[in-house]
T-cell receptor, first 114, second 120 residues
Framework: GENVEQHPSTLSVQEGDSAVIKCTYS??????FPWYKQELGKRPQLIID???NVGEKKDQRIAVTLNKTAKHFSLHITETQPEDSAVYFC?????WGGGNKLTFGTGTQLKVEL | DTAVSQTPKYLVTQMGNDKSIKCEQN?????MYWYKQDSKKFLKIMFS???????INETVPNRFSPKSPDKAHLNLHINSLELGDSAVYFC???????????????????FGAGSRLTVL
């Protein structure tokens, strides 16, 4: 089955700095890579995703890159703000009929300090 | 309108008891899931149903039994609760895209608010 590793487990940055979170996956057939943000006591929410036919995707201050050959993908947050503080999860799955089995990474606690 | 709603939000019970968590989605999705998030925040899939059919059943004790009366509902019943069952249980749904689908929206999970189960 798929195995997703995520680093670092905690990340502390100053407001305005950039934050990078990295994930690796094991199943070369995985083709869908979402990132979820979970604020304290809240549900995980999708912030950005990328599919294997794309190498990079950007949405305002958030970008994700994918290296299929190396089987790793990364989340980049620029100009961090206090409201970016949360736990971020990467995930990987294959597309298949009937839904998808997302395998999540272990999460990164991001703290943006003033 | 809440897209994925689950009840109860909090559940405190004694070891050995039986309890249920209910989930409903009004997004018209055809796939629903149960995820368990432990104290270390690790999110792990337990079950998935597509149009009332069980399609994912991870290595979960037999004490956990999901039931999907229709594609908008997925309930989780837990028998003989143990201390290690204490966790937050998240229901989620997605719109399946079919084999090899790549259209926008396929695979995206929408989570419920979670049900925090505490076993004493």
């Amino acid at each position: 089955g798929e195995n997703v590793e995520q680093h670092p487990s905690t990340l502390s940055v100053q407001e305005g700095d950039s934050a990078v979170i990295k994930c690796t996956y094991s199943d070369s057939a995985s083709n869908y890579f979402p990132w979820y943000k979970q604020e304290l006591g809240k549900r995980p929410q999708l912030i950005i995703d990328i599919r294997s036919n794309v190498g990079e995707k950007k949405d305002q201050r958030i970008a994700v890159t994918l290296n299929k050959t190396a089987k790793h993908f990364s989340l980049h947050i620029t100009e961090t703000q206090p409201e970016d503080s949360a736990v971020y999860f990467c995930a990987a799955s294959r597309s298949w009929g009937g839904g998808n089995k997302l395998t999540f990474g272990t999460g990164t606690q991001l703290k943006v300090e003033l | 309108d809440t897209a994925v709603s689950q009840t109860p939000k909090y559940l405190v019970t004694q070891m050995g008891n039986d309890k249920s968590i209910k989930c409903e989605q009004n997004l018209g999705h055809d796939t629903m899931y149960w995820y368990k998030q432990d104290s270390k925040k690790f999110l792990k899939i337990m079950f998935s149903y597509n149009n009332k059919e069980l399609i994912i059943n991870e290595t979960v004790p037999n004490r956990f039994s999901p039931k999907s009366p229709d594609k908008a509902h997925l309930n989780l019943h837990i028998n003989s609760l143990e201390l290690g069952d204490s966790a937050v249980y998240f229901c989620a749904s997605s719109q399946s895209g079919g084999q090899g689908a790549h259209f926008s929206g396929a695979n995206v999970l929408t989570f419920g608010a979670g049900s925090r189960l505490t076993v004493l």
